[in-house]
């Protein structure tokens, strides 16, 4: 995982939560590419034909607030997004995400649908038209956990790691 991420701006405001993010009916699937396909579907049925690998999205307060699904952040890595940047996230989400190895950023980001957004995780800065907004830097070891691509990943890079003593 790049510590600099580069992608088109989709917006979505306050309290988006886990149930718009992927409805409870496709909750029983393992096929990872389904959650991908029905990714924002309670908010935007049409999401997941619009979006492109590596874009990302921009929200504002209390972005993947709700239940506990793992699913919601799976689907929006699935869906092709490379990182949300929103204000504040739900903590459950938050941590989900990560430990699936999708990228956040807290920040208040002003921006429009469709422009370019830059994320510097290891500075903890969004640049959109050349104005750089300050986030909240993510921890050296959460940051290690995204580049190993998720806790599961990290605890076995971990174990490789080690075992080369």
């Given at each position: 995982?790049e510590k600099?991420?580069?992608?088109?701006?989709w917006?979505?405001g306050?309290d988006?939560?886990?149930?718009?993010?992927?409805?409870?009916?496709?909750?029983?699937?393992?096929?990872?590419?389904?959650?991908?396909d029905?990714a924002?579907?309670?908010v935007?049925?049409?999401?997941?034909?619009?979006?492109?690998?590596?874009?990302?999205?921009?929200?504002?307060?209390n972005?993947?607030c709700?239940s506990?699904r793992?699913q919601?952040?799976?689907?929006?890595?699935?869906a092709?997004?490379?990182c949300?940047?929103?204000k504040?996230?739900?903590?459950?989400?938050?941590r989900?995400?990560i430990?699936v190895?999708?990228p956040l950023?807290?920040a208040d980001v002003?921006?429009?649908?469709?422009d370019?957004?830059e994320?510097?995780?290891?500075?903890?800065?969004?640049?959109v038209?050349?104005?750089?907004?300050?986030?909240?830097?993510?921890p050296?070891f959460?940051?290690?956990?995204?580049?190993?691509?998720?806790l599961?990943?990290?605890r076995?890079a971990?174990?490789q790691?080690?075992?080369?003593m």
């Open positions: 995982m600099i991420i580069k992608g088109r701006a917006l979505f306050d988006i939560d886990t149930d718009v993010i992927i409805p409870g009916k496709y909750l029983r699937t393992t096929d990872m590419q389904v959650f991908g029905h924002m579907e309670g935007d049925p049409d999401f997941s034909k619009k979006v492109q690998k590596g874009d990302v999205i921009v929200a504002n307060n972005f993947g709700g506990s793992e919601a952040p799976l689907a929006l890595k699935y092709g997004i490379s949300v940047v929103a504040t996230f739900g903590r459950i989400f938050f989900n995400a430990n190895g999708l950023m807290e002003e921006c429009n649908e469709g370019t957004v994320i510097d995780l290891k500075q903890g800065t969004v640049t038209n050349d104005k750089t907004f300050k986030g909240n830097k993510l050296d959460l940051l290690e956990m995204l580049t190993d691509g998720g599961v990943a990290h076995k971990e174990q790691r080690n075992s080369g």
